[in-house]
């Protein structure tokens, strides 16, 4: 969360001194980051449903292609 934090600070400055470029590109950075802690969020909620055995199961054995 520091970082997502650190972000929209540096957003927010960005958009005070119109600065646009930065402004996107700390946009950017901010949505990033926040899908990145969504994905894991889930993968950690499906380990509590689930068990961790069933999850890795998931990732384990071969492919039928």
Same mark, same amino acid.
């Given at each position: 969360?520091?970082?997502?934090? =650190?972000?929209?600070?540096?957003?927010?400055?960005?958009?005070?001194?119109?600065?646009? *470029? #930065?402004?996107? !590109?700390? /946009? *950017?950075?901010? !949505?990033?980051? /926040?899908?990145?802690? +969504?994905?894991?969020?889930?993968? !950690? =909620? !499906?380990?509590?449903?689930?068990?961790? +055995?069933?999850?890795?199961?998931?990732?384990?054995? *071969?492919?039928? #292609?």
């Amino acid at each position: 969360d520091v970082l997502v934090d =650190d972000a929209r600070h540096c957003r927010a400055q960005a958009g005070e001194v119109g600065d646009i *470029g #930065s402004r996107k !590109l700390f /946009e *950017g950075i901010v !949505l990033d980051e /926040e899908g990145h802690k +969504a994905w894991l969020e889930l993968q !950690l =909620d !499906l380990i509590d449903r689930l068990g961790e +055995a069933v999850y890795s199961a998931r990732f384990v054995g *071969g492919s039928e #292609s």
